[in-house]
């Protein structure tokens, strides 16, 4: 069992930046694949970024690329994501979630998500 506890967001103008964290609890953080997806008001969950359990390797979606960076902090149980040259059409509910798949762009694969954190973009 996992629990996941996001923190970190906020209002902030275009081009600023922001960095969310993700706290795990349990003992098998490090065996866990992290990702982070977003939700805009109106719009379905979208895929933001995911760093796997495995080798560390990450993914991001296009949107993204070149702006956000996700991390993970095994001995800390945390996974963050950094977000810079941030654009109003970031603005979304930010959700931190949990897989013991390898890596994973697709939401139904994970089983454990967190209650999200608000980032507002004002242009």
């Known amino acids: 069992q996992v629990q996941l506890v996001e923190s970190g967001g906020g209002l902030v103008q275009a081009g600023g930046s922001l960095r969310l964290s993700c706290a795990a609890s349990?003992?098998?953080?490090?065996?866990?694949?992290m990702a982070w997806f977003r939700q805009a008001a109106g719009k379905e969950r979208e895929f933001v970024a995911v760093?796997?359990?495995?080798?560390?390797?990450?993914d991001y979606a296009d949107s993204v690329k070149g702006r956000f960076t996700i991390s993970r902090d095994n001995p800390r149980n945390t996974v963050y994501l950094q977000m810079n040259s941030l654009k109003p059409e970031d603005t979304a509910i930010y959700h931190c979630a949990a897989t013991v798949a390898v890596k994973s762009r697709t939401p139904g694969n994970y089983g454990y998500w967190g209650q999200g954190t608000q980032v507002t973009v004002s242009s």
């Open positions: 349990g003992r098998t953080f490090s065996s866990y694949t």
């Open positions: 760093i796997s359990w495995l080798d560390g390797t990450t």
